[in-house]
């Protein structure tokens, strides 16, 4: 016989996460599902590396300094710690919207916006908030179900609402918002300082070669033999460093150089590009202090809130699985009997239909007859039944 057993199976809150995110390590690392561009990020700055430092900094090293490439690994270093920080930590994602705390929303809007009648498009769906003596609005997302909090935007890659959403970048493969921008511009200005380091000594690796070719050919034309080493000419590799480095340097360094402008003036990328600070409403940007420094220290240095989505909590649920064996019976339990009667069935039957216990029927059981009572009970011939002592006393 199958029995139905309950048994509990632990389930990570990450694993129920609505939205467009990749989840590694048991919901440590927390990525967009879109990483191809990231895996090319990788390739590019591993590639060109590897090579620099298989090929031009022995070289460097032995005619110039030691120190070349132990500052260039340093760089490399920091680069790759702040991109991995970058790409798998939580941007600062806002839970969406628990069905019972819609529903209040939804009564606190209808309650706000009144009746609209039909036909009528129902007025936007805003809340005013003063920020340093400056009303700031905020939206409704009807996705998450939620008012966002100020500077918060829905990302439409990943589908989750960012506080302090600054944009979504492919190159990282994640967005970029409030629990991470910081890490974003240290390796974007590390990729730079590592870009124009490796691009600058590349440059003075292909000339220390030229000059020891032409050392080599004035040796030769005057009849000495060639040298040590002249016959060794510039590959293709160095040729392949210095164009990847060449292109990738305007992009990464105007990339810094904006991100710069923007932490300098405690503003985001988002703001920008919808032109909230500037344009034709000329309204001032509250949550600068007017002050470089200050903006700085407040966007680089500032507390890191904590991760509000509880990614490794736990939830519990219920599973049930069927197991063979046999039926457990309690102590009081006995087992049933080999045969029943037409009687005891009937009353087994009527018990398991309705689930009560069936009463005694009412209905007076046939006498014996004389064949069927036991032989101190049957009568002699000639004897008179004798009445029992209650019937008498009723006749009385």
């Known amino acids: 016989m199958s029995v139905m057993v309950a048994r509990k199976k632990v389930v990570r809150k990450w694993e129920k996460l609505p939205g467009r995110n990749t989840f590694c390590c048991d919901g440590r690392i927390m990525m967009a599902r879109q990483k191809g561009i990231f895996y090319l990020t990788l390739f590019l700055i591993l590639g060109t590396c590897a090579l620099f430092f298989a090929f031009e900094c022995r070289y460097l090293a032995v005619q110039l300094s030691p120190a070349i490439p132990v500052f ?21 994602v806002i839970p969406r919207a628990l069905p019972d705390e819609a529903a209040f929303i939804e009564m606190e809007i209808e309650a706000t916006n009144g009746t ?8 936007p769906r805003i809340k005013n908030f003063q920020i340093n003596n400056q009303i700031v609005k905020l939206k409704y997302c009807y996705t998450c179900k939620i008012f966002r909090p100020p500077r918060a935007s829905h990302c ?38 590592l870009t124009i380091y490796i691009f600058t000594f590349n440059i003075v690796y292909v000339a220390l070669r030229e000059e020891e070719k032409l050392v080599c050919l004035g040796v030769v034309t005057a009849g000495l033999g060639p040298l040590p080493g002249c016959s060794q000419s510039l590959t293709v590799l160095t040729v392949l ?27 985001t990328t988002n703001e920008d590009i919808k032109g ?10 509250p949550y600068s202090h007017g002050n470089i420094v200050k903006n700085c220290c407040e966007v680089l240095c500032g507390p890191l809130p904590p ?28 087992e049933p009997p080999a045969t029943q009667g037409p009687r005891q069935a009937e009353e087994s039957s009527t018990k398991q239909q309705d689930g009560s216990i069936p009463l005694p ?21 000639g004897e008179v039944p004798v009445p029992p002592l209650d019937a008498g006393r009723a006749e009385h």
């Open 72 to 92: 260039a690994a340093v760089l490399f270093l920091f680069a790759m710690a702040t991109l991995l920080r970058t790409s798998f930590s939580d941007p600062g």
């Open 276 to 285: 909230s600070w500037t344009g034709k409403n000329r309204v001032q940007n």
């Open 361 to 381: 029927s009412a209905v007076p059981a046939p006498p014996l007859s004389d064949a069927e009572m036991p032989e101190e009970k049957q009568r002699t011939p």
């Open 156 to 193: 439409s890659i990943c589908d989750n609402c960012v506080e302090r959403f600054d944009h979504h970048c492919p190159w990282v493969g994640n967005c970029v918002g409030k629990r991470n921008y910081r890490y974003f511009y240290l390796f974007i200005l590390s990729l730079s300082l």
């Open 307 to 334: 991760s509000v989505l509880d990614r490794r909590g736990i939830l519990q649920q219920e599973e049930s699985t069927a197991q063979e064996g046999p039926c457990p019976r309690g102590p009081g339990m006995q």
């Open 241 to 267: 460093e210095v164009l990847i480095c060449f292109f990738t340097l305007w992009s990464v360094v105007g990339l810094t150089g904006f991100h710069t402008f923007l932490v300098a003036l405690n503003q």
């Open 116 to 123: 609209v009648p039909q036909g009528q498009r129902p007025p």
